[in-house]
């Protein structure tokens, strides 16, 4: 009985993992400073699925004005497949 709840436990974990890493592939796999961004001519990221999240210059500029939510909301723009 002990055993069929470890094999259980086992599969859950496995199965809960897979499931995070599948909920997060939108998000950027490494983080670059602000001053990095505004120096790039296209200032972008590589999500963790591999697409390139690119951020708009004009509004990077903006960023110490505005809020965590405005940020996010306005800045990110997600490439997926062609």
Known sequence: MRENLLEHDRFADA??????????????KN????????????????SVSGHRIRMRRKELGLSPMMTDDELGFQLYSYEGET
Request: glycine share 0%.
């Open 15 to 28: 199965a809960l993992r897979d499931e995070l890493k599948r909920l997060n592939t939108h998000l950027p």
């Open 31 to 46: 983080r670059r400073t602000l001053e990095d961004l505004l120096a790039d001519p296209s200032p972008s990221v590589l």
